[in-house]
């Protein structure tokens, strides 16, 4: 109903061209900006831990940090056959690793740092890793701003990891001394990076009696990789945000201020399109950047949530989009009509935010959780993502249904066109065009997103043209924000009621005999899904 | 390492000093030692190897806390190439007491040469970028070389991979002294290149997934080393394929230059991650002082191998003796991840063949 006033309608071809040109711009613009000026969104940085000896066994472990290099560093063994010739115990070796590396600090603009696990375990024909194997480690996180400073502890916590290893060759006698290939382990994961310098204190803990760390082979080596965000792609990224918000904010003002300019009360799927700006814009706010200056660790949690927002609302707009279109003789503008479909987004929302909070709201507290560590967690998590994965089905089946409905009433409304007057005829082309190319934008940025994830995916990450590197991954991130952005101006632009219905509605009756003709038509085509004006409709076919 | 190797295996004093295990100098003390404490001693220290080349001396002085890697590099390359040649005519042998550990056998340029060098010289790539991870090299990976402040790179957009760090210690080491116009040092030089493409080669990649709710809308990629016995059965492929050459002589304007030209025609040539030699090895059955064979005799061999190290290959044919010894044997060990093992002692009769 809401459809036939909005500007899409009433522009003509050669300014939709100049719009859509100008956000093709845009859009190549966002792009260029990822892929040219931004470094690469992340850096993994890995490493090796130190083998420090805890010379006398501390109790007061609290106070007691091992530093791998630098001013003070801890009694250092190579390997273990030493460790073994001096008769040092499992129990006082501290695994020591110093974030970042020497010469380098950590910054405030890194956003997050997320370590991940790896074991080098060499085969041992009489000390093979068991089923199930899992390990214990008791580990420490400390900081300091300064290199000369005291440690200061920031948790502190044992945790188990299942040990995933395979060994690829042989279990001979020859093969002895080769690595198994162990999985990934998640580690730790802190939600902001506002200290200089961290350090991570690892021991594995023997215990015979209660059979901790028993049967989990002849680990050599610790190996960390620790993953921040780069400050270079954070800056060009806040950027983008403090640039976008004030654009879609004004742009959904103009389009509220038009809605309240009519006479009716908005119809739900401007509603809609105005809340999909506002979920857009609470995306696009840069509180970012007062992670910068505060020790907010939420704020990776947040961003998750208000990424599943914008999503959520997306996914329910085309539902709407495509149900207000379907120009079948039933009433809907209402929220409840659509609980079939929204249900399921709402639903599976719902369990990924239960799961996220699982995962990233555990880790504010203790930051080496891993849901995915216990046996439990692990079936808790696959149940969530399981069921918000058959949600995403659920829904995808609904959508593509009401797509298809859309696409057989239009051929329908197709079929009738030549019994019209040309003008009648001309303006239901017009809207059926108008209807099917927002279809495809729509399908358009959707496969776009695909194809630059996939590329993304695929790509090692930076193309060399000539003298530029072109960063892929950061252009996929600049421009699928950027075009998700365009995509929402857009339809905020586009959608909004049109100046020459709320003028000429009011049938003032000044219009030459065009226009009034043009009128009458955007009036009944307006209504065309509206059962009060099915009447007006009927009416109209029945004297042609 | 040719070219390393070339002073640590044939210049006596630094052979020692760099290949560590009970030849303790200066370099064994500073790998073990406290890295920083040796920064004062830098000129000492790298004036005290003799045998560098005036740019290996260069190199040593600017990048003096990486030497110990070096050393170690070279360690864990001679460790491999003992690995596997175990049970061979030849089997990697060093002489400790011999300031040249391995003593003449390398100055000829055969397959054996050229796989030490190739395996040293990827042992230093792997042991650098090794110790980049380890931190004890402060200078990996955010090279001086870009234009902005090495701090404000990092921050802004992280440092590029130690890999290409640690090849190019190895180049800049261990082909210093191989800029000679003859034919061994070209050989030299392919090899250890060869050595350093393997290392580069069998870098793999691993991803993680860390996205929303842990999707993989955002995943970072990392290389990892393999272990290094990988890199060693790739070499002793290339050792068992290696390419022999025809040295051809050019006449340039510097002088004679000495080139390499495959030998046989009808083979694929060549590529540069191929071992490349042009003098045949001596058979390693009787000692020969002068080829640097030690001879087998007195070696173990197997006595139901029917390959390379059964008794009947091994010994050239000369026939074994056989013994029966008591050894004392750990058994029904219980293994703790670390230097702890609880065993009971088992005594075990062995039959040892050995060459005559």
């Known amino acids: 109903m809401k459809m036939a006033g909005a500007i899409i309608e009433n522009m003509s071809t050669k300014k939709l061209l100049i719009v859509g040109v100008i956000l093709l711009l845009f859009q190549v613009f966002s792009?260029?900006?990822?892929?040219?000026?931004?470094?690469?969104?992340?850096?993994?940085?890995?490493?090796?831990?130190?083998?420090?000896?805890?010379?006398?066994?501390?109790?007061?472990?609290?106070?007691?940090?091992?530093?791998?290099?630098?001013?003070?560093?801890?009694?250092?063994?190579?390997?273990?056959?030493?460790?073994?010739a001096k008769r040092i115990e499992a129990n006082n070796i501290v695994f020591a690793v110093h974030i970042p590396g020497p010469n380098k600090e950590m910054s405030a603009w890194f956003q997050f740092m997320l370590v991940i696990l790896q074991f080098d375990i060499a085969f041992k024909m009489y000390n093979q890793i068991d089923d199930g194997a899992v390990v214990t480690i008791d580990v420490g996180l400390a900081y300091r701003d300064d290199s000369v400073s005291e440690w200061t502890e920031m948790a502190h916590s044992i945790e188990q990891r299942k040990l995933s290893c395979n060994f690829t060759t042989e279990k001979t006698i020859e093969n002895e001394g080769r690595y198994y290939e162990c999985d990934l382990l998640p580690f730790m994961e802190v939600g902001n990076v506002a200290h200089k310098y961290y350090l991570l204190n690892i021991r594995l803990p023997v215990n015979e009696r209660k059979q901790v760390n028993i049967g989990i082979g002849e680990i050599k080596d610790i190996r960390l990789v620790g993953i921040h965000q780069n400050g270079g792609f954070t800056k060009v990224w806040f950027a983008m945000k403090t640039f976008l918000t004030p654009s879609i904010l004004i742009i959904m003002i103009w389009y509220w201020r038009r809605i309240t300019l009519m006479t009716r009360p908005p119809v739900l799927l401007e509603k809609m399109i105005f809340a999909l700006g506002l979920s857009m814009t609470f995306i696009n706010i840069p509180v970012e950047w007062f992670s910068v200056g505060f020790n907010w660790t939420w704020m990776l949690l947040f961003g998750d949530i208000r990424q599943g927002i914008f999503y959520a609302m997306l996914l329910s707009f085309w539902i709407i989009f495509c149900g207000e279109h379907l120009m079948d003789q039933t009433e809907r503008n209402r929220f409840s009509v659509y609980w079939k479909q929204i249900g399921p987004i709402v639903f599976g929302s719902f369990c990924l935010f239960i799961f996220d909070m699982c995962e990233r709201g555990v880790q504010l507290k203790n930051p080496f959780f891993s849901i995915w560590a216990s046996e439990v967690g692990t079936e808790l998590a696959m149940a969530f993502i399981i069921v918000a994965g058959i949600c995403a089905c659920l829904y995808f089946l609904f959508l593509?249904?009401?797509?298809?409905?859309?696409?057989?009433?239009?051929?329908?409304?197709?079929?009738?066109?030549?019994?019209?007057?040309?003008?009648?005829?001309?303006?239901?082309?017009?809207?059926?065009?108008?209807?099917?190319?927002?279809?495809?934008?729509?399908?358009?940025?959707?496969?776009?997103?695909?194809?630059?994830?996939?590329?993304?995916?695929?790509n090692e990450g930076h193309w060399h043209w000539g003298d530029y590197t072109v960063q892929v991954n950061s252009a996929f991130f600049t421009g699928i924000y950027g075009m998700w952005n365009l995509y929402v101006f857009a339809l905020l632009f586009l959608y909004a009621p049109s100046h020459k219905q709320y003028g000429d509605g009011q049938s003032n009756g000044d219009q030459g005999a065009n226009s009034g003709e043009d009128i009458q038509l955007t009036t009944t085509i307006t209504h065309v899904d509206g059962p009060t004006e099915i009447y007006k409709m009927t009416g109209k076919e029945s004297q042609e | 390492m040719a070219g390393a190797v070339s002073p640590l295996l044939k210049r006596p004093?630094?052979?020692?000093?760099?290949?560590?295990?009970?030849?303790?100098?200066?370099?064994?003390?500073?790998?073990?030692?406290?890295?920083?404490?040796?920064?004062?001693?830098?000129?000492?220290?790298?004036?005290?190897?003799?045998?560098?080349?005036?740019?290996?001396?260069?190199?040593?002085?600017?990048?003096?806390?990486?030497?110990?890697?070096?050393?170690?590099?070279?360690?864990?390359?001679?460790?491999?190439?003992?690995?596997?040649?175990?049970?061979?005519?030849?089997?990697?042998t060093t002489i400790n007491d011999n300031l040249a550990i391995f003593g003449p056998v390398l100055d000829k340029a055969t397959r054996e040469s050229?796989?030490?060098?190739?395996?040293?010289?990827?042992?230093?790539?792997?042991?650098?970028?090794?110790?980049?991870?380890?931190?004890?090299?402060?200078?990996?990976?955010?090279?001086?070389?870009?234009?902005?402040?090495?701090?404000?790179?990092?921050?802004?957009?992280?440092?590029?991979?130690?890999?290409?760090?640690?090849?190019?210690?190895?180049?800049?080491?261990?082909?210093?002294?191989?800029?000679?116009?003859?034919?061994r040092s070209a050989m030299n030089r392919h090899n250890n290149e060869a050595g350093r493409v393997s290392i580069t080669d069998h870098m793999y990649l691993k991803c993680k997934c860390h996205g929303l709710s842990g999707s993989c809308e955002v995943k970072t990629c990392w290389w990892s080393q393999p272990d290094f016995r990988v890199i060693g059965d790739y070499m002793k492929d290339k050792y068992d394929s290696a390419s022999e050459m025809v040295v051809e002589k050019h006449r340039e304007s510097r002088g004679w230059v000495e080139t390499l030209r495959p030998k046989y025609t009808f083979f694929k040539p060549p590529t540069d991650r191929d071992l490349v030699y042009y003098e045949n090895s001596p058979n390693f059955c009787e000692p020969n002082p002068e080829t640097g064979s030690f001879g087998t005799r007195d070696r173990v061999c197997n006595l139901t191998s029917h390959g390379i190290d059964g008794c009947d290959l091994l010994c050239c044919g000369r026939g074994h003796n056989t013994r029966t010894e008591k050894r004392k044997e750990k058994c029904h060990c219980i293994f703790h991840w670390c230097c702890y093992v609880s065993c009971q002692e088992c005594v075990r009769v062995y039959d040892v063949h050995t060459c005559k």
């Open chain 1, 31 to 84: 792009f260029m900006v990822g892929g040219l000026i931004a470094p690469s969104p992340t850096t993994a940085v890995p490493y090796i831990a130190t083998k420090c000896v805890d010379v006398v066994h501390h109790n007061q472990r609290k106070n007691k940090w091992f530093t791998p290099w630098g001013p003070n560093q801890c009694n250092k063994i190579r390997d273990f056959e030493e460790a073994t």
């Open chain 1, 400 to 458: 593509c249904f009401m797509v298809y409905q859309v696409f057989r009433n239009i051929s329908g409304k197709r079929s009738s066109l030549p019994a019209m007057t040309r003008a009648r005829r001309l303006h239901y082309e017009g809207l059926i065009f108008r209807f099917k190319f927002l279809m495809l934008v729509t399908l358009a940025c959707a496969a776009m997103t695909v194809i630059f994830f996939i590329i993304s995916q695929v």
């Open chain 2, 13 to 92: 004093p630094l052979a020692p000093a760099l290949t560590v295990p009970e030849g303790q100098p200066v370099c064994v003390s500073l790998a073990v030692g406290h890295q920083y404490s040796s920064l004062g001693t830098q000129p000492i220290l790298c004036g005290s190897i003799p045998g560098l080349v005036p740019k290996q001396l260069r190199f040593c002085r600017n990048y003096v806390e990486i030497m110990p890697s070096v050393a170690e590099g070279v360690k864990i390359g001679i460790q491999e190439c003992q690995h596997q040649f175990r049970g061979r005519r030849w089997n990697c």
């Open chain 2, 114 to 183: 050229a796989f030490v060098h190739a395996i040293a010289s990827a042992g230093v790539a792997f042991a650098v970028t090794r110790s980049c991870a380890e931190g004890s090299a402060t200078i990996c990976g955010c090279d001086t070389r870009h234009k902005v402040p090495p701090g404000e790179g990092w921050k802004w957009g992280g440092c590029s991979e130690d890999v290409e760090f640690g090849s190019m210690v190895s180049r800049e080491f261990a082909d210093a002294r191989e800029n000679r116009p003859d034919a």
